[in-house]
């Protein structure tokens, strides 16, 4: 009757296989590494780096145990820190020939030390928080009312450029806050605009108002529009808090959006708030300038003269230098979008700009005057610019939308796109919560985490063994077992581990044991009552099964409420309970079960089970260790 | 070995009116506490600046508090943290000074009164990490070190609130729909009167003492919440059991019966669940103490209100053989999960 099927037996040594492969990389520890990312807004890491990074590293004599490159950056490890940091300098000196000038930034940290083939199967460490390895944590808020503020105001620009080719006289048209007000004289006019911006600008909801000669029109955005401007606002911080964060080196930084409107960034190994502040809050600034075509100017391109009075040279993406003019025409503060597109006539793949109102006026005056002529478009970082394009200029663009086009593919557009926006957050931000953890205290939360969960578990399980005897030592190995696959999910799910976590996983031990001792008490109630031993620990089981699955459900239902309204570190605590109760009923029901099974299931005459002493009212409790069954 | 070695039921509902009487008093003294020395809530709901500071020898606490009162900073507290080194100082949010550059402010007037200078090392851990922290340098040593700042903003701290409260209620209607739907609503109102008590006196432990109530104390609370249901939940199931079983008991007898059989498991259960958790009182450090500690008063009242608070209530409430054993085809229905094995 206590048999299980063979394919049972191999589903648990399956997960215990799964859980052991999983928990296994936890155990290699960290290794010294170094980490190459690119250090220039304009620059993009790529695989063939790779290549590039292992020949320095051959050259300068020394075999990085592992090179890697995970998306945007270049990782090699080794084997202890001297060849760390000499790899380190040879890399910094091979990379970047102008050290006050770096593309890349060469960084030293930790990497796992988990073999290859476990990575191959994802087989990852856990995912430390930073309040087990240090570091700081920043919670941002994005201003959404400056970011409407900022699509209203360009929003104002096309309303009067539609309003001006359609010819459509208006009494004037302002922005008020988040709203476009345009004023008319007359109601033929009014309706006229109305249909004409109903129809053009679909984004925005139009309200009349007034009476007489003092119309107006109110245009607001729709709230689908205005959502979908704070989710790109919310988006382009964080594309440009990723290329700012890379400057620091950090191994893993984290930036994730929070909720409708916060930006998480978490820096390991950062303590340096103040350093950290400083290249989050740095703003890159873009400046478009007129390109000096005089004939000296050509020649100081090509190095033969010296750059003429008044203009500067720098250089294209491509390398090749440029002079422009030092006027600044205008300034990224006048840019409100950019995005890549498609020429309507050519299908050219193109970068669309918008201006604001202020940079339309300007950008009319000089394109009016420079046709033919080339600009550029420059974008300044730590104080030192770089050309991001330099258009010829074809005919006077009014409006404030200007299109960039030629010699350029799809993915070259929407990275120019990008390298534009990503000069500017898309709306201010303000730092609403801060949270810095030394590396030694850090160290020292793992250490004494995980001496509460060990010691609690030595406690459980001494008790266990002595008080149930050989079914003590299957809930403990039960126990052990739920351990085992409880860091295993977690690894595999890459969460986050926090302290808060691995009380949570203590917690969990702590109330896993219930099953068992439910199942133990019953098996040994039966067992007093007259059963047989198979038929005591048959029903036991099935008995107990009912009463953990109530208790488990209330339990997971407190889990469940927590991960839905706790942020930080209360998440961290509820992920783990969560799991914790799911991977216990199956170690404390079936993977017990298998065990017991396995041991008495195969004995056909069971004369007694070690369940410790059951006493009995009527036998005046004698003490006999194992139980014998009464004759019947 | 057996611990519990009981020959007859213990006739628990016997006391149930005086037990009863003693928990509402405990209860109401909770109450009193919260409302009038409420709760010491942490920077996480109220919003604020901690910082952690260590000193190079135990640290003058006195002299910490004056440097810092001296910034005008508004109601500071400093206190010690774990050992006699570590420093914890607490500052309130202020309108006009931006809680983000408070710390560091903070820091370099503690670092100036041990004659240090503010600086900023770079260094590579032995593992190979490269590290900056600010740093507080007197000639080569370091007077104090920076353990750990913490900066809530003011809007963050009520909205932790709300998704509190939040998590409790919601806790608190799942939990009551499912023993309704699970066994019957007289024991879905008994186990919530009774854990609800629980966590009003874990409250009230925090209100007396002035312990420090953060999101991880609200986390043990919440976790004891579900824990104690689950006591209560197995000896409800006994007394659905002990109804089927023995036709001829009354009502309180039957549950004297079902709160005997289970009580050996409720002991060693708690008792292994409090083992883990004092493991963590002893050996988590202060950053895990009132998380322990919450856990710790949970458990402990959790085994007293679902043994004696609980059942009682469910009697007061006239649970009958009838809510709980239904027409008899049903009590051999071979698909109920809890009819249990039949031998």
């Known amino acids: 009757m206590n048999r299980y099927p063979w394919w049972k037996y191999l589903i648990l040594a399956a997960a215990l296989l799964v859980g052991v492969l999983y928990t296994l990389p936890n155990f290699f520890g960290e290794a010294p590494a170094v980490q190459v990312s690119s250090g220039k807004v304009t620059l993009k890491v790529d695989a063939s780096l790779t290549q590039r990074v292992g020949s320095i590293l051959n050259e300068a004599g020394l075999k990085p145990d592992l090179l890697q490159f995970d998306g945007n950056s270049v990782k090699a490890r080794f084997g202890d820190t001297d060849a760390q940091i000499k790899a380190k300098d040879a890399l910094s000196h ?52 400056a970011a409407l503020s900022k699509r209203a105001e360009s929003l104002t620009g096309d309303v009067r450029t539609l309003l001006r080719d359609k010819n459509i006289r208006h009494a004037g048209i302002t922005r008020d806050d988040q709203a476009v007000d345009v004023r008319f004289r007359d109601e033929p006019t009014r309706t006229e605009a109305l249909n004409l911006l109903a129809d053009q600008l679909q984004d925005m909801d139009w309200t009349e108002s007034g009476s007489g000669d003092q119309l107006l029109l109110m245009g607001r955005l729709k709230p689908k529009a205005a959502a979908l401007v704070q989710a790109q606002a919310v988006k382009q911080n964080i594309t440009t808090l990723q290329n700012r964060v890379n400057e620091l080196g950090v191994s893993e930084p984290v930036i994730q959006q929070q909720g409708l409107d916060r930006v998480v960034v978490q820096l390991p190994g950062v303590q340096d708030t103040a350093k950290a502040k400083d290249i989050i809050g740095r703003t890159a600034t873009l400046e478009i300038r007129m390109v000096n075509e005089s004939a000296e100017a050509r020649e100081a391109e090509r190095g033969a003269a010296p750059v003429p009075f008044g203009s500067e040279r720098y250089l294209e993406r491509g390398g090749r230098p440029i002079i422009v003019l030092r006027q600044v025409i205008l300034t990224g503060e006048n840019l409100t979008d950019a995005q890549p597109g498609f020429d309507g006539q050519t299908r050219e793949p193109t970068v669309n700009l918008t201006l604001d109102a202020k940079g339309a006026r300007i950008f009319r005056d000089v394109t009016r005057e420079n046709v033919g002529k080339r600009m550029a478009i420059l974008l300044f970082e730590k104080g030192k610019g770089e050309v991001v394009t330099a258009p010829v200029i074809r005919t006077e663009i009014g409006g404030g939308r200007v299109q960039i086009s030629g010699r350029m593919t799809t993915t070259e557009a929407a990275d120019q796109a990008l390298l534009l926006r990503a000069g500017s957050l898309a709306a201010p931000m303000e730092i609403i919560e801060e949270r810095t953890v030394g590396p030694s205290l850090g160290a020292d939360n793992i250490s004494k985490g995980f001496s509460s969960v060990i ?40 969460a986050t581990l926090t302290l808060p976590g691995i009380a949570a996983v203590a917690l969990t031990l702590g109330m896993a044991i219930d099953a068992n001792v439910l199942i133990n008490e019953r098996v040994r109630e039966e067992l007093r009552g007259g059963a047989a031993p198979q038929v005591a620990i048959h029903a036991g089981y099935e008995r107990a099964w009912g009463t953990i699955l109530d208790s488990n459900v209330t339990t997971l239902i407190a889990g469940v409420a927590l991960l839905a309204f706790g942020s930080g570190p209360v998440r961290g605590f509820a992920v783990v309970h969560c799991l914790g109760i799911l991977t216990s009923m199956f170690s404390a029901v079936v993977f017990s079960r298998g065990l017991v099974n396995f041991w008495y299931g195969r004995q056909k005459r069971l004369k007694s089970v070690a369940i410790g002493q059951i006493w009995r009212p009527d036998g005046g409790g004698t003490a006999v260790e194992s139980a014998t069954p009464p004759k019947a | 070995m057996e611990f519990f070695r009981i020959r007859r039921d213990i006739p628990f509902m016997r006391h149930a009116l005086v037990l009863n009487v003693i928990s509402f008093l405990t209860f109401a003294a909770a109450v009193f506490f919260l409302a009038t020395r409420g709760l010491h809530l942490s920077i996480e709901f109220t919003g604020g600046t901690v910082l952690e500071v260590r000193y190079a020898q135990p640290a003058d606490i006195d002299k910490t508090r004056r440097t810092v009162e001296g910034l005008g900073l508004g109601d500071v507290q400093v206190q010690n943290f774990g050992t006699s080194r570590d420093v914890l100082i607490r500052l309130p949010v202020r309108g006009d000074a931006r809680g983000d550059v408070l710390g560091a402010s903070v820091f370099e007037a503690l670092c100036k009164a041990e004659d240090g200078a503010v600086g900023n ?159 963590m009182l002893i050996f988590g450090g202060p950053t ?14 959790g085994i007293y209100s679902s043994v004696f608070v609980a059942a009682a209530i469910a009697m007061w409430l006239g649970v009958k053989r009838e809510d709980l054993v239904k027409a008899g085809a049903r009590e051999h229905d071979p698909n109920d999960p809890n009819a249990g094995a039949v031998v």
């Open chain 1, 455 to 494: 010691w609690g578990f030595v406690a459980i399980g001494v008790f266990m063994c002595t008080y149930y005897m050989l079914f003590g030592v299957f809930s403990t190995l039960a126990l052990a077992f739920n351990l085992l696959l409880l860091v295993a999910v977690l690894s595999m799910l890459q």
């Open chain 1, 94 to 145: 091979a990379l970047n020939p102008e050290p006050d000038n770096p593309s890349y930034i060469v960084a030293l940290n930790l990497l796992s030390r988990s073999p290859g083939w476990l990575a191959a199967l994802h087989a990852l460490p856990m995912y430390l928080g930073l309040d087990l390895r240090g570091g700081v944590h920043f919670l941002m808020q994005v201003d959404m009312q």
């Open chain 2, 121 to 279: 090392k770079a260094y590579v851990t032995p593992q190979g990490e490269a590290i900056s922290r600010p740093s507080c340098d007197r000639g080569s040593a370091e007077p104090l070190t920076l353990s750990r700042t913490e900066f809530v903003g003011p809007s963050v701290g009520a909205e932790l609130y709300e998704k509190g409260a939040y998590a409790l209620l919601a806790t608190i209607a799942g939990i009551m729909l499912y023993l309704a739907i699970r066994f019957e609503w007289k024991f879905s109102v008994a186990a919530i009167a009774a854990n609800l008590h629980d966590v009003v006196i874990i409250l009230g432990f925090f209100a007396f003492f002035q312990w420090e109530f953060s999101l991880a104390v609200l986390a043990a609370v919440l976790a004891v919440l579900g824990y104690s249901v689950n006591e209560s939940v197995v000896i409800f199931d006994r007394i659905r059991e002990s109804f089927r079983k023995y036709r001829k008991m009354t009502t309180p007898q039957v549950i004297d019966n079902a709160i005997t059989g289970t009580i050996s498991r409720t002991i060693i259960t708690h008792g292994s669940t409090q083992v883990m958790v004092l493991s």
């Open chain 2, 288 to 301: 895990l103490h009132y998380f322990a500690l919450a856990l710790t008063i949970g458990i402990l009242f």
